[in-house]
């Protein structure tokens, strides 16, 4: 099972980017589904995380500006990215926990320029 992620891209300091992230084949059921990201010379840090049920946790740098949510029949989760800034820049993987494991996507560059 692999997660392919898109909708990175350059961006303007305070445009917007929408990421998507789907499974390439059914997994049910996927319990939380999440996106992190990792800046240049930075550890991977959890952005956003959404349950099954569409409860939602994010970091407090993002908070306000961007918007998880999954479709669950689709197995795909999204980032809605607003008001980005320059220290949003980074690559940005997707994750799903799924049977007890963890499964990752292969990571989709997001530069914003200020």
């Known amino acids: 099972v692999q997660l392919q992620a898109s909708g990175g891209g350059l961006v303007q300091a305070g445009g917007s980017l929408r990421l998507s992230c789907a499974a390439s084949?059914?997994?049910?059921?996927?319990?939380?589904m999440a996106w992190y990201r990792q800046a240049p010379g930075k550890q991977r840090e959890l952005v956003a995380a959404?349950?099954?049920?569409?409860?939602?946790n994010y970091s407090d740098s993002v908070k306000g500006r961007f918007t998880i949510s999954r479709d669950n029949a689709e197995n795909t989760v999204y980032l809605q990215m607003s008001s980005l800034k320059p220290e949003d820049t980074g690559a940005y993987y997707c994750?799903?926990?799924?049977?007890?494991?963890?499964?990752w996507g292969q990571g989709t560059l997001v530069t914003v320029s200020s």
């Open positions: 994750n799903a926990d799924y049977l007890s494991r963890q499964f």
């Open positions: 084949e059914p997994m049910f059921p996927i319990n939380v």
């Open positions: 959404v349950t099954p049920g569409g409860s939602t």
